[in-house]
């Protein structure tokens, strides 16, 4: 050992000190920097925001501001006392410096609520110097978070003793032999640096310098592939538009304040929850057995997966199950290992190994409605959560699903059922659905059930049913713009039509222009190529739906190479993700086509922001769902829906039908005052009387 030896030891260990350090500082600055970005950005909203409210509101608490000396000397909105200064204003014929300083003092705080209240948009297509700073300060910030963490625990534990250390070892220079504590203490530095700490160091400090260096494309292109991400982010830095009702679905002071103070635990969770999506989160926890109504798009799943999570880091439960229709059974798996540390466990049809499996090692068994008839579990065992998704399917208690679903409830601890479909407007359902989590709110609701739409519904609905849609937490959402795209039929198209009707054939009528023997000749597809190239041009990616197969082949042969493999019901569940992830991949102005009943639930296809539908579909909910696998959490382009419609055909007639039904359901599925539909004609009714005035008609 010489002094060489001593001294190089010394000041590495110094030198990696002082990178933890480096890291630590560098982060505060990043965050200052990021937090000046959002405040400019606040700041600059202001002006607008106080030119529309009135020059009265400075008066509103009755602070005894005379308003109309304000007004006679041209001044008639806040924005223009707030441009002001304290020795301007007192100039002001009538205005000493009492009510100067006053009326300053009520403008300034309206500017400061102006700012904070101000919502924050990152825009897809902004080049502004500002829009890159606020996306690279948060793409840093989400990179290098979990680095900064681990190096600020570090320094802050070990700092001083490594400093003391060095310290103490940089004297066995000055000793005549190495010995006692200084030679204990080059030891241990030794020891480090023959150890995994500076390799770990090094690790961190060059992860965190390629978060902080990368190019602003990468890191737009991050933003585009994690949007949701970036937002959920914003959302903790900048509660800009977080309005509290609204996430708490107007519950109860006391249950919604003994619900935020629900702990959780975020351990074994790797994904960020937005504010809502965290109360959502505590409200199962808390509640035990509730229905989550979330809006399609808003991510119940995350918040179920964060519920399990929770669970298992805050209580050590082992033994979770999701019961799910078959095709999202996959990307539930998925989507357990994507956001979470569980172990998904999949149990398909009668497969007793996995269950086994599941017995005896625990996770999350991910089965469907079809497997569960095939298993039953022992008498004796009891598990700690169970979550039902899409549980509209099980609101009939005759049907045998419903029964598995209501003899499993029995052995767990928590039932947590998820539907995006709102229940409100079938008082019956909603009641039998609430039986099996909570009976007595159930039999509560049925002694009001006739006051479906009153406040003292919602109150005794509350403990148990939790609903939020798009626009009360996605504020952030671009704009959904919807278009009916009517064309003209060709003599051949007529022809090809008029010859469904005259056979009755509805499902012909249905697919009318596309089933020409040449789909050059088809208006419809003429149209759609129009849509497809424009969004080639603006590198957009296309979705386009149909009900029919033999549609859906044409149009993958219109477009030949620009389309993917298309999604069909005979498509496997992997293999329908697996061309999710290739179209996320793909460059702009791909088309990916699919039967709207495949591709329309359970997948999330936010990086398309085109939807183009081959016909009117029979229900606006199939519509409906359809789009929200596109505009959802996550999507960042304003959403362009396209319907191709013939004239003078059955289309007209289906689209009158899908007016009427959305009339009835945007009234009654809020509002819970009667199921509409009952009066309705059926669905089969309506194709004879359709198909009846077509006949006539031509």
């Known amino acids: 050992m010489n002094l060489i030896t001593i001294q190089s030891a010394v000041d590495r260990i110094r030198a990696l000190d002082q990178q933890l350090y480096n890291i630590i500082l560098c982060d505060e600055i990043q965050q ?19 030119s529309g409210i009135d020059i009265d509101q400075i008066n509103q608490g009755k602070a005894g501001i005379r308003v109309q000396t304000f007004r006679d000397q041209g001044i008639h909105n806040v924005a223009q006392v707030h441009e002001m200064s304290l020795e301007e204003l007192k100039k002001l014929k009538g205005v000493g410096e009492q009510t100067a300083k006053k009326v300053k003092d009520i403008v300034n705080d309206m500017a ?8 924050i948009r990152l825009k897809y297509d902004d080049p502004s110097a500002e829009n890159r700073a606020l996306i690279n300060g948060l793409y840093v910030y989400l990179h290098t978070k979990g680095i900064v963490e681990k190096c600020r625990e570090f320094y802050n534990r070990f700092h001083d003793m490594l400093m003391e250390q060095a310290d103490l070892a940089a004297k066995l220079a000055m000793l005549p032999r190495p010995s006692g504590p200084p030679l204990e203490a080059f030891q241990y530095l030794d020891g480090l640096l ?4 500076p390799q770990s160091v090094e690790r961190q400090t060059a992860d965190y310098e390629r978060a902080i260096l990368a190019e602003d494309d990468e890191k737009f292109a991050d933003f585009i592939r994690r949007a949701a991400e970036y937002y959920a982010i914003l959302e903790k830095l900048v509660p ?21 103070n629900y702990p ?18 505590k409200y199962i926890l808390h509640q035990k057995n509730v229905l989550l109504g979330d809006e399609m798009g808003l991510g119940k799943t995350v918040e179920a997966i964060a519920a399990m999570a929770s669970l298992a880091a805050s209580e050590k439960k082992s033994h979770f199950m999701v019961v799910c229709p078959a095709g999202v059974l996959v990307n539930w798996c998925k989507e357990i290992t994507q956001h979470s540390q569980l172990r998904p466990v999949k149990i398909h049809g009668g497969d007793l190994r996995a269950l086994k499996e599941w017995f005896t090692e625990g996770g999350v068994a991910v089965t469907t409605y079809e497997s569960l008839q095939r298993f039953s579990l022992p008498v004796d065992f009891h598990f700690d959560m169970l979550v039902v998704d899409e549980a509209h399917y099980v609101k009939n208690p005759y049907a045998k699903r419903t029964k598995a679903i209501c003899a499993l409830s029995k052995q767990c601890q928590r039932i947590l059922f998820m539907t995006g479909t709102p229940l409100e407007n079938r008082v019956d359902e909603m009641c039998h659905l609430v039986n099996c989590l909570q009976p007595q709110v159930a039999k509560d609701l049925k ?25 009360e937490v996605l504020q952030e959402l671009p704009e959904l713009i919807e278009s009916e795209e009517w064309v003209d039929l060709s003599q051949e198209e007529r022809i090809a039509y008029n010859q469904s009707v005259i056979r009755r054939n509805f499902m012909g009528m249905r697919q009318v222009s596309w089933n020409v023997s040449d789909i050059t000749k088809s208006a419809k597809a003429r149209r759609l190529m129009e849509i497809c190239n424009e969004a080639a041009a603006q590198q957009r990616k296309v979705i386009v739906f149909s009900y029919f197969r033999h549609t859906i082949d044409e149009v993958c042969k219109l477009l030949k190479g620009r389309c993917l493999d298309p999604i ?15 179209f996320r991949e793909a460059p702009g102005g791909s088309v990916l086509v699919s039967q709207v009943d495949a591709g329309g639930t359970g997948l999330n296809i ?7 539908f081959c016909e009117p579909q029979l229900k606006p909910s199939t519509e409906n769902q359809a789009v929200a696998r596109v505009y959802r959490m996550g999507q960042v382009r304003n959403v362009l829906v396209y319907r191709l419609l013939g004239m003078k055909c059955v289309d007209e007639h289906i689209m009158k039908l899908l007016h009427n039904k959305q009339v009835i359901f945007d009234h009654y599925a809020e509002e819970s005052v009667m199921n509409e539909e009952a009066k309705q004609l059926s669905e089969k009714e309506w194709i004879q009387q359709v198909i009846d005035k077509e006949t006539a008609r031509i």
């Open 112 to 119: 400061k609520t102006a700012a904070q209240s101000t919502a």
């Open 240 to 260: 800009y538009q977080i309005n509290l009702g609204t996430i708490q679905n107007d519950l109860p002071a006391d249950l919604a304040a003994a619900i935020n």
């Open 194 to 197: 023959q150890g995994a700490f």
């Open 568 to 582: 069909t019901g005979s498509v496997p569940p992997q293999r329908r993700l697996e061309i999710i992830e290739e």
């Open 264 to 281: 959780l635990d975020r351990s074994l969770l790797k994904a960020t929850l937005r504010p809502y999506q965290e109360f959502g989160c």
């Open 447 to 471: 002694e009001i059930r006739g006051l479906a739409s009153a406040p003292v519904f919602r109150e005794k609905l509350a403990p148990v049913y939790l609903r939020r849609t798009r626009e």
């Open 606 to 612: 936010q990086t398309a922001s085109i939807v183009i």
């Open 32 to 50: 200052k920097s990021l937090q000046h970005v959002l405040e400019e950005i606040q700041h600059r909203a202001v002006p607008a925001v106080l």
